[in-house]
DNA sequence: AAAGCTATCAACCGCCAACTT
DNA sequence: GAAGTTGGCGGTTGATAGCTT
């Protein structure tokens, strides 16, 4: 009955639960001498009795080199607390303006630390702003932000009601942070917005391609409203 | 010291889109 | 163009470490 829960886990007996450090370390060699790709083919090649998602898994998530686990910056925070904001629970979208870190790292850390600390500050900042478009307080900037910049309607009149992107890059992602840095240091307009109701759900669908100059752009933005935060300090989140 | 509870995170599952045949 | 295959993604789960009572 049904599909097939993996495919290549269908003919063999695979092996499942924690990566031992003997299956690591061949899975290691394997991939420094052949390379990621063809995930098919690794189970086959090295005689682990693990499906390939399995392999990938274990490779994009723990052992490819570069990865950093666990401690994440106030920086980091950062980062991640608006572009779920804008993007919502895109996880390897956000990951990417986070080369160090994982997907699964992020969503870890954000349904585990980041969602209580968003759900405390706001319950504690006595619900200064109400809005329909969401239920975190960081939402609920980005949402006056959104009043502030050019509509999507303007930016792509034809692209965004098909969800195919206004934020389909990092320069679009700029322009909206852009604008909520501008609105964030101003309470009263940020009030006076936010009765418009945008609602970020809007932005469902939206798929994020990385272009590695406006990457960049976007990183020093993101500096620079760090810095905001911690010399503004007082600014709740 | 032990039992119960909570938090954390690695890994799995199911779905989907892209690619191949 | 259809069917099959593969890789990628996000949601969820289960094991376990740490904390509280």
């Known amino acids: 009955m049904g599909r097939p829960q993996c ?7 695979v092996k ?23 995930w098919r083919s690794v189970p086959i090649n090295t005689g682990l009795m693990r499906c390939s998602k399995s392999c990938r898994l274990r490779w994009t998530n723990y052992l490819r080199p570069g990865i950093k686990h666990g401690n994440f910056t106030p920086r ?3 980062i991640i607390i608006h572009l779920q904001a804008l ?47 969401s239920s975190t307080t960081q939402n609920e900037f980005i949402s006056a932000d959104l009043c502030a910049t050019p509509s999507p309607m303007e930016v792509s009149s034809s692209s965004y009601s098909s969800a195919s992107n206004y934020a389909s890059s990092a320069e679009n992602i700029s322009k909206l942070l852009d604008g909520w840095m501008r609105s964030y240091s101003n309470d009263k307009q940020l009030e006076d917005r936010n009765d418009s109701g945008v609602n970020l759900e809007q932005f469902e ?11 960049d752009e976007f990183e020093s933005l993101l500096d620079k409203w760090l810095l905001d935060e911690a010399l503004g300090g ?4």
Not at 207 to 214: A, F, I, Q, R
Request: proline share 6%.
């Open 7 to 13: 495919p290549c886990c269908e003919k063999i007996r």
């Open 234 to 237: 007082q600014n709740e989140i």
């Open 76 to 78: 980091e925070e950062g």
């Open 16 to 38: 499942k639960g924690p990566w031992t450090p003997e299956e690591d370390g061949i899975l290691f060699t394997y991939i420094q001498q052949n390379g990621p790709g063809n």
């Open 205 to 215: 669908g939206i798929e994020v391609k990385v272009d590695p100059v406006l990457h």
């Open 87 to 133: 993007l919502g629970n895109r996880w390897a979208a956000i990951a990417s303006y986070l080369p160090q870190r994982t997907d699964n790292d992020i969503k870890n850390y954000w349904n585990t630390h980041l969602k209580k600390k968003i759900k405390k500050q706001q319950t504690t900042s006595s619900g200064k702003i109400t809005t329909s478009c």
